[in-house]
């Protein structure tokens, strides 16, 4: 089965940085799409980034310009870069990835999604 291992959550001040990083393991066949989510308390869960596996963006609105996402295919990783954090950012962020699973006998079994364990990230004023 997959496992996805989160890093880089943490308490900053408004206006510091976070670096979170998310990796993929498992009896992989491939990854298609992986992105970031968030879940503040009282809140949905939300879209915060996705990236597919060619490297096309996609960002929620208060994302943009102060977040950025990127992959690394070939350690089956993502990243979230958070620059500016404000303490509206203050959620738990959970990675997603879409992934395809190796079946030795009949091939790979259909894509679905995974999600990690979440991460804590906390923005003080």
């Known amino acids: 089965q997959v496992q996805l291992v989160e890093s880089g959550g943490g308490s900053v001040q408004a206006g510091g940085s976070l670096r979170l990083s998310c990796a993929a393991s498992?009896?992989?066949?491939?990854?298609?799409?992986m992105g970031w989510y968030r879940q503040a308390p009282g809140k949905q869960r939300e879209l915060v980034a996705a990236?597919?596996?060619?490297?096309?963006?996609n960002y929620a609105d208060p994302a943009k310009d102060r977040f950025t996402i990127s992959r690394d295919n070939a350690k089956n990783t993502v990243y979230l870069q958070m620059n500016s954090l404000k303490p509206e950012d203050t959620a738990v962020y959970y990675c997603?990835?879409?992934?395809?699973?190796?079946?030795?006998?009949?091939?790979?079994?259909?894509?679905?999604?995974?999600w990690g364990q979440g991460t804590q990230v906390t923005v003080s004023s």
């Open positions: 498992g009896s992989i066949f491939s990854i298609n799409a």
């Open positions: 997603k990835a879409e992934i395809s699973l190796k079946q030795i006998i009949l091939g790979p079994l259909p894509a679905r999604d995974y």
């Open positions: 990236i597919t596996s060619g490297g096309s963006t």
